[in-house]
């Protein structure tokens, strides 16, 4: 091997890739294995799936030492395209803890509903959170795309997976046709700005952006301005929102609840590298922008949810998606602050309320998707009159679902909303933007009503006389171990950060690229 080849050749960090390849090769393994288990031993492949999760969220422990890189430059060692850093680590916990409990969620419906097979559906689910866990790590604009659609492509399919269902396939269709047509315009503004500055690594975008030639300064701003449309898309911002309440409705509920957290954190994930981190030559333009698309997508997502939910036949999931979409222009909020930081640390504190708000949204939401899923195994079209007289039927749902939907109004004891709130509240304060902290003053304001309203339902005595038994059946009906496992991790997570949030900050604060 010549000196040239040899300098080519470059060490591959394997503790720092861990998290995303322990997934990849799980999925692999799953998909083989599925070839030889028997039809009525495929729960083996659920049991292999959550474990090969669990194995990937313990190999984050070695990456809480320092910061780790890998798949550098060869002559500049601090450019990379792959970086474990704090923020990597944090946000791949996210997509991790994610998919562990959508897979907690999955495995008694895929057992019970033969619609579902279970061997694509597990490979499926890991390839994605392999992609989504990879994303964060990203650190130039062609791996972040791949991330990206590594992680949308077997999603695409989950939403379609139910055989034989007509609204399931029309579901994945749209989410398709819908985020390819964002994905296309995405890799239109990279070639822009890949044609503007010379390079793909987001540290040296940054560097030369700031410095492009006067001839070229507009096909910088087009490409910044094209790329980050395919990442609003996957925020469900308003206009790029209108995917949500169908794929929800249309999905296996898993599978919305995969997309609600672990989809939502991959979008946001990908919005903070570019913005942040490759395009703050351009602050004053997304800031701007950004800031508008939170007012606009908060006030649409939780009018939407406010306008319907009073009717009878009203699905919870749909409530559900369109409460994503208002939380999603929340979870915007810091990053438009960010624009207008004046210092390093002002910035890894507004991106720092993104991400606590993230985690704290991801913990209650799946949450209360947990409920849905026990409701549903009783009354599958899920809608909100199924949950009336919850409480008298199962007290303990009952009550978690009331502080789960408390925690995402924001009201005690669901302390750990609040503190989220707060914290996105401040960050729009410290930057000046004083009108959008009114904007979410109010659309807090509007989504209490259709919380506290789901909330009261809960606890009214069931409408009409039950038939005979019914309700003891309901009472006496076994609630599986793996749903009862991710009902009990979210509650105690969620009650645990209630009382202590400060958690939440301290743990995504720190560090930030």
């Known amino acids: ?51 090969g999760l669990v194995a990937a969220g313990l190999s984050l422990l070695p ?34 803890a994610g998919a562990l409990l959508t897979a907690l969620l999955s495995v008694s419906p895929l057992k019970d509903n033969k619609a579902l097979p279970e061997g694509e559906f597990w490979f499926l689910l890991l390839a994605s959170a392999a992609g989504a866990a990879l994303l964060p790590a990203s650190r130039d604009l062609a791996t972040l795309i791949v991330a990206l659609e590594v ?5 695409f399919a989950l939403v379609g997976i139910k055989r034989g269902d007509r609204r399931s396939s029309e579901a994945a269709l749209k989410f398709f046709l819908s985020s390819v047509t964002a994905t296309a315009v995405s890799l239109m503004g990279i070639s822009f700005v890949y044609a503007a500055t010379g390079t793909l690594h987001l540290t040296e975008v940054a560097a030369r952006l700031g410095e492009v030639d006067g001839q070229l300064h507009i096909l910088a701003q087009t490409g910044v301005a094209l790329t980050l449309v395919g ?25 919305a609840a995969y997309l609600s957290v672990v989809g939502k954190a991959v ?29 606009l997508t908060m006030t649409v997502g939780n009018v939407a949810a406010l306008r319907q939910v009073g009717t009878r036949a009203y699905s919870a999931i749909r409530l559900l998606a369109w409460s994503s979409v208002g939380q999603a222009g929340y979870l915007l909020v810091p990053i438009a602050s960010a624009a207008y930081a004046e210092s390093p640390a002002e910035t890894e504190k507004a991106i720092g309320a993104t991400v606590a708000y993230a985690l704290m949204y991801a913990a209650v939401n799946l949450g209360a998707f947990a409920v849905a899923a026990l409701v549903a195994r009783t009354r599958p079209l ?18 978690v679902l009331g502080f789960f939907l408390l925690c995402l109004a924001g ?8 503190f989220a709130k707060v914290t996105v509240f401040a960050a729009a304060v410290d930057a000046g933007l004083g009108w959008l902290a009114v904007v979410m003053a109010l659309n807090v304001v509007i989504a209490l009503y259709y919380y506290l309203q789901w909330t009261a339902v809960l606890f009214r005595a069931p409408e009409g006389a039950a038939p005979e038994g019914a309700a003891k059946a309901e009472r ?21 950060l209630s009382g202590a949030p400060q958690l939440v900050l301290r743990f995504s604060a720190a560090a930030l690229f």
């Open 382 to 399: 899920n809608r909100i009159s199924d949950y009336r007289g919850l409480y008298a039927n199962r007290p303990l749902a009952a009550l």
């Open 267 to 295: 979008g946001f994930t990908g919005l903070i590298l570019v913005t942040v981190v490759a395009f703050p030559a351009y602050a004053d333009v997304w800031g701007p922008v950004l800031a508008v698309l939170a007012a």
């Open 411 to 418: 009201l005690p004891p669901g302390i750990i909303g609040l």
């Open 476 to 496: 006496k009906h076994a609630v599986p171990f793996p749903l009862a496992a991710a009902l009990v991790l979210t509650t105690v997570i969620g009650v645990a």
């Open 151 to 155: 992680a949308s492509l077997p999603a």
């Open 63 to 96: 990456l809480l030492d320092g910061d780790r890189a890998t798949f550098c430059l060869v002559g500049d060692a601090d450019v990379c395209s792959y970086t474990a850093d704090r923020f990597t680590v944090v946000i791949q916990f996210l997509v991790i």
């Open 1 to 51: 091997m010549t000196a040239a080849a040899a300098s080519l050749v470059q060490n591959v960090d394997w503790v720092a890739i861990a998290p995303p390849t322990i997934a990849a090769v799980v999925a692999l393994v799953v998909l083989v294995a599925d070839l030889f288990v028997r039809e009525d031993n495929k729960t083996l492949l659920a049991w292999i799936s959550l474990a």
């Open 231 to 255: 990442f609003a898309f996957k925020t469900a911002a308003v206009p790029f929102h209108f995917w949500v309440p169908d794929t929800y409705i249309g999905a296996p509920l898993p599978v």
